[in-house]
């Protein structure tokens, strides 16, 4: 699974056209989604959020980053889901309720994909009651639920409530994450799951999935 460092550069760089590009070159050369993915595509994020936490990358940079790597799974997305006959599982996600922030939601989101998940994405400000609509048109088995306003946090809390009051807290299993968020809030709302990366929200999944 080698590194292809022109795509690795692109994502780096946020060149979203030179990035789709790129990966039609790579599957046209016989390299596997996945491996694309994971040894190119995660990658080329961590650098990105290595770079902003050493402050040489600011919101600009990051949101040109999430872009090219928006654009550079487009291709990959409809291979991931054919190549994977059954999925690893079912996930919808979302950005609760107030919260406009999704940079990190959809790096989870890659990396559940990446995974071999099914994910549907709600997009951000999602309200209790879209998720609850969601679950009952797409039977998930986890809910991934992300913040980053500590207002917003609570309304993670409001969410489960939601769901417990429509009769469908047993039919799936809640994740939770994103700055703000912490494992005894998790554990306070009562989320099956916490994570703080999303490297962890993957391996998170596949317990809560019991995916070995
Ligand atoms: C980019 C950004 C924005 C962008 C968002 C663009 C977008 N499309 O997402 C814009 C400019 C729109 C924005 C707006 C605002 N923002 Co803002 N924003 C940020 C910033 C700089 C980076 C966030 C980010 O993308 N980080 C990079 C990603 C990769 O990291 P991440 O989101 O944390 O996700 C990772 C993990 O948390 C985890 N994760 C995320 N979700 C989940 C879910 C699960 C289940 C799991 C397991 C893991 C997981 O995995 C990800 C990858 O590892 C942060 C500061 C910071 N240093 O974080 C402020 C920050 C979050 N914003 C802040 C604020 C206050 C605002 C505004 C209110 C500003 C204003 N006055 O208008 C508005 C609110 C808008 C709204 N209603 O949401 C504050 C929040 C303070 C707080 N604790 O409440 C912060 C912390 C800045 C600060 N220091 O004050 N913001």
Redesign the pocket.
């Known amino acids: 699974m080698a590194r292809c460092e022109a795509l690795f550069d692109a994502i780096v760089d946020g060149k979203i056209a030179d990035a789709q590009t790129l990966v039609g070159e790579r599957l046209a050369a016989g390299e596997a989604p996945m491996d694309i993915i994971a040894g190119t595509l995660i990658p080329a994020?961590d650098e990105?959020?290595q770079l902003?936490?050493d402050e040489e990358y600011?919101?600009p940079e990051?949101?040109m980053s999430?872009r090219a790597m928006k654009a550079a799974m487009a291709p990959l997305r409809p291979l991931l889901a054919a190549a994977g006959a059954v999925p690893a599982g079912v996930v919808v996600?979302g950005?609760v309720k107030?919260?406009?922030?999704?940079?990190?939601?959809?790096?989870?989101i890659s990396?559940l994909e990446g995974s071999g998940f099914k994910v549907i994405d709600l997009g951000?400000?999602v309200t209790p009651a879209r998720f609850v609509d969601a679950i009952r048109t797409h039977q998930p088995n986890i809910l991934?639920?992300?913040?980053?306003?500590?207002?917003?946090?609570l309304a993670m809390k409001s969410t489960i409530e939601a769901i417990t009051a429509a009769g469908l807290r047993d039919s799936i299993k809640i994740?939770?994450?994103?700055?703000?968020?912490h494992e005894k809030f998790a554990r306070d709302i009562g989320a099956d799951?916490?994570?703080?990366?999303?490297?962890?929200?993957v391996s998170?999944?596949r317990d809560l999935v019991s995916v070995a």
């Open positions: 994020m990105v959020g902003f936490q600011f919101v990051l949101m999430g996600a950005t107030g919260d406009l922030h999704d940079i990190g939601k959809n790096l989870v990396m951000t400000d991934c639920l992300s913040a980053l306003l500590t207002v917003t946090m994740m939770v994450g994103g700055a703000p968020v799951g916490y994570g703080v990366t999303a490297t962890d929200a998170v999944a």
